[in-house]
């Protein structure tokens, strides 16, 4: 009965953390099909149409954030999901469909949109729905789904683009076939995981947390036994209600801000911003110009963009099975000390001019690091320090700061690259790393074996 119940929690598992699939497919596309789309929208030469098409999507991210807790906390956690998924397959037709640069751009926010929604609430349904034991591994299985998403879109993107012969001028891209078509299928591949997520959504049960929540206790007991037996759904029941005993049983913004809120909000915005502040993101978005100024050649740089997507993936996988075992606390420990030693190591073969291998070898080691550690505990954490009552809203406060300081980060690059030069950028980082780590020695308790309301009775005071 516990193998087929654990089967049954994985599979739903799996189909929430498809909408984190769909994140990373749909964040990375873009970045292939950019070459042909410039050319066939002719924005290739005005920077700023350029950067608009770049981050439109951004924009829909914040907005899908915020919006998403409160309407999972009014509709339910399972409406939401469905809606996300709907949203992937409109913006993966309307985005390949359009001839028009505006509505490129409309299609892109609906898309980032729908990855705020996913990004917020796929973490949050799974850690609502796994057991204390095993939830640091299930929801680790969002943030697999996320770097499988981008290591497809890669691989999409390469397989669709017909080779660019050496020399051809912008014209004869934009009447090449990539030029019309093929950044067109980049987009309208994504229709297929799209679809998928839209039908097996429906087959998802309504998180039982959320049901409880909103009174309905026979439909929460139902949902429960299915997922451990009847024994298990009575004691996960009384836990919840043990949790909720005076207090109201949904909440808003307002909460958050209460004096008993502020710490585990905070702990919650510092890991979110921590994540992306890292600096990782910086090598996935500009990885081109980094392999390019470490002395590699054109022909090499997809090569090695590949090779940061397999680490990405493989060190994603490893954390899966250590993150119940080692602990969130440790696991972000590694991370944020392990960067800060590994960004001191980048900065001097900037500084000192060490290109090729090394430099390569230094950056998989940071991608390996990121991945086994912040990227996959962060999302753990912030799914399961808050409340149930405000657990919507509290997630999406979170991922509005991610997507903030992703924004941040992304735009900043350029000028800190410009101004401190790569070695003195990626010493920057080393030092935010190294600050995020003594925050966390201070301020982050360790969560793991423990259900969602242990953990609000030690956070909530």
């Not at 591994?137 to 993107?157: D, E, H, K, P, Y």
């Not at 090394?358 to 990227?375: P, S």
């Amino acid at each position: 009965m516990k193998t087929q119940s654990n089967l049954y929690l994985f599979l739903i598992a799996l189909i929430s953390a498809m909408g984190g699939f769909l994140f990373g497919y749909d964040w990375v596309v873009i970045g292939g099909a950019k070459p042909f789309y410039e050319q066939y929208f002719q924005i290739a030469g005005d920077p700023v149409l350029q950067g608009w098409a770049m981050s439109s999507a951004l924009i829909g991210c914040l907005v899908g954030a915020l919006s998403a807790g409160k309407l999972s906390d009014r509709l339910g956690r399972k409406p939401i999901l469905i809606l996300a998924a709907g949203l992937f397959i409109a913006t993966a037709i309307g985005t390949g469909a359009v001839h028009s640069f505006t509505y490129f751009n409309v299609f892109r926010l609906i898309g980032g949109f729908a990855i705020g929604i996913a990004s917020s609430l796929s973490p949050m349904y799974i850690a609502e729905i796994a057991p204390a034991h095993l939830r640091g591994r299930f929801v680790s299985i969002n943030q697999l789904t996320v770097v499988l998403g981008i290591l497809a879109s890669q691989i999409v993107n390469w397989q669709i683009a017909e080779p660019v012969q050496a020399g051809a001028t912008a014209e004869m891209i934009r009447e090449s076939w990539n030029g019309q078509w093929g950044w067109r299928w980049m987009f309208w591949a994504m229709t297929v995981p799209a679809t998928l997520f839209f039908g097996f959504s429906f087959i998802l049960p309504e998180s039982p947390r959320w049901l409880a929540s909103s009174g309905r206790r026979e439909a929460a007991l139902k949902v429960f036994a299915r997922m451990g037996g009847d024994a298990y759904a009575r004691r996960e029941l009384q836990a919840i209600d043990a949790s909720s005993t005076g207090t109201e049983q949904q909440g808003g913004f307002k909460q958050l801000l209460q004096p008993s809120m502020r710490k585990v909000l905070i702990i919650g915005i510092v890991m979110a911003v921590l994540q992306q502040w890292c600096g990782i993101n910086v090598i996935f978005n500009y990885a081109q110009e980094i392999f390019m100024e470490a002395g590699y050649g054109v022909s090499d740089v997809l090569m090695n963009i590949v090779v940061t997507g397999i680490t990405n993936v493989v060190f994603t996988i490893l954390a899966m099975f250590v993150v119940d075992r080692w602990g969130r606390k440790v696991l972000t420990l590694i991370g944020s000390f392990g960067l800060t030693v590994i960004y001191a190591f980048m900065g001097a073969a900037y500084y000192f001019h060490i290109t090729g291998i090394v430099l390569l070898v230094i950056v998989v080691l940071a991608i390996a690091c990121y991945a086994m550690t912040l990227a996959t505990t962060m999302w753990v954490i912030i799914s399961e320090i808050f409340p149930n009552r405000v657990r919507g809203v509290a997630m999406s406060v979170c991922t509005f700061a991610l997507w903030a300081a992703c924004f941040i980060l992304t735009y900043t690059f350029p000028v800190l690259n410009s101004s401190l030069g790569a070695a003195g950028t990626f010493w920057l980082y080393g030092v935010i790393c190294l600050a995020g780590g003594i925050f966390v020695v201070t301020c982050l308790p360790e969560t793991k074996g423990k259900s969602l309301e242990e953990i609000e009775k030690e956070l909530i005071k």
